[in-house]
T-cell receptor
Framework: AQSVTQPDIHITVSEGASLELRCNYS??????LFWYVQSPGQGLQLLLK??????LVQGIKGFEAEFKRSQSSFNLRKPSVHWSDAAEYFC???????????FGPGTRLSVLP | GAVVSQHPSWVICKSGTSVKIECRSL??????MFWYRQFPKQSLMLMAT?????????EQGVEKDKFLINHASLTLSTLTVTSAHPEDSSFYIC?????????????FGPGTRLTVL
């Protein structure tokens, strides 16, 4: 069965600093990988997704993620964090929606002014 | 982009009462909707998959008689928590997938905070 780990429960960065959120997965085949952001009062929003092709994926809000098969990782990065990026971030892996779609435990990002 | 709404956004009820939560896809049709439960500081756990016009498929450990799901149309699914108890207090989130199939994006509602006193 597939699984997702996000080693960092909570990360604090200063505004303007770079960011990397880690995601590791376990999956039997080529995975479909996703990053979502959850802000209070708003639904989970898809930041980016990887299905195939270029392993460096560009997303919305200046985020990018790199798929590394050898490390079973799909880390999320942003070169310069904004205060509005403070939120909960979830990595997910799946072969389909529903039962075969698994979320990681999430990483809470705090941004210092 | 596609929008999924949930109503109410929060609800407080007394133990033993039932609560209905609505999930609507506002600008697209969703053959399939999903219901998740999220405990504080935890990830989303799938409760059930709801298909329009048929019975929902519940995940192992989810009581289908307690969490009644109805998907009457391509834009509306409801979750009714029957005889709610304090342990049912949680954040309930729905999502809807467009009909084109995976891996098309699934869209999430903003969630409903249920507190049972």
């Amino acid at each position: 069965a597939q699984s997702v780990t996000q080693p960092d429960i909570h990360i604090t960065v200063s505004e303007g600093a770079s960011l990397e959120l880690r995601c590791n997965y376990s999956y039997g085949a080529t995975p479909y990988l996703f990053w979502y952001v959850q802000s209070p009062g708003q639904g989970l929003q898809l930041l980016l997704k990887y299905f195939s092709g270029d392993t460096l994926v560009q997303g919305i809000k200046g985020f990018e993620a790199e798929f590394k098969r050898s490390q079973s990782s799909f880390n999320l990065r942003k070169p310069s964090v904004h205060w509005s990026d403070a939120a909960e971030y979830f990595c997910a892996v799946g072969a389909n929606y529903g039962q075969n779609f698994v979320f990681g435990p999430g990483t809470r990002l705090s941004v210092l002014p | 982009g596609a929008v999924v709404s949930q109503h109410p956004s929060w609800v407080i009820c007394k133990s033993g009462t039932s609560v209905k939560i609505e999930c609507r896809s506002l600008d697209f049709q969703a053959t399939t909707m999903f219901w998740y439960r999220q405990f504080p500081k935890q990830s989303l756990m799938l409760m059930a998959t709801s298909n329009e016009g048929s019975k929902a498929t519940y995940e192992q450990g989810v009581e289908k008689d307690k969490f009644l799901i109805n998907h009457a149309s391509l834009t509306l699914s409801t979750l009714t928590v029957t005889s709610a108890h304090p342990e049912d207090s949680s954040f309930y989130i729905c999502s809807a997938a467009e009909n084109l199939g995976f891996p098309d994006t699934q869209y999430f509602g903003p969630g409903t905070r249920l507190t049972v006193l």
